[in-house]
Nanobody, 123 residues
Framework: QVQLVESGGGLVQAGGSLRLSCVAS????????MGWYRQAPGKQRELVAD???????NYADSVKGRFTISRDNAKNTVYLQMNSLKPEDTAAYYC?????????????????WGQGTQVTVSS
């Protein structure tokens, strides 16, 4: 069983910064894409940013220039540096990872989600 644990959320004023971390643990062979999603009240969950194992990143238009996604493959960790935060960024943020596990000699691909961390930006 693989577990993703997020940290770094909290309350911050508009214009401030937060850094989210997500650590994957368990019987992991390798991790492909990792990403951050968010869900605000009354809205559908949306992709914020994702990153390949090689470091190629993709961002939602609403966060381009303000957020930076990165990863440390040796630590099975993905980060989201959030700068110039706006009230519109308020949401529960969820870590996602596409993980390969080896059961005996069989590779198994599974997608895992963290439980979420709340980010609240006050005006």
């Amino acid at each position: 069983q693989v577990q993703l644990v997020e940290s770094g959320g909290g309350l911050v004023q508009a214009g401030g910064s937060l850094r989210l971390s997500c650590v994957a643990s368990g019987k992991i062979f390798s991790i492909n894409d990792m990403g951050w999603y968010r869900q605000a009240p009354g809205k559908q969950r949306e992709l914020v940013a994702d990153i390949t194992r090689g470091g190629s990143a993709n961002y939602a238009d609403s966060v381009k220039g303000r957020f930076t996604i990165s990863r440390d493959n040796a630590k099975n960790t993905v980060y989201l540096q959030m700068n110039s935060l706006k009230p519109e960024d308020t949401a529960a943020y969820y870590c996602n990872a596409d993980i390969i596990e080896i059961i005996a000699v069989s590779p198994i691909r599974m997608t895992y989600w963290g439980q979420g961390t709340q980010v609240t930006v006050s005006s």
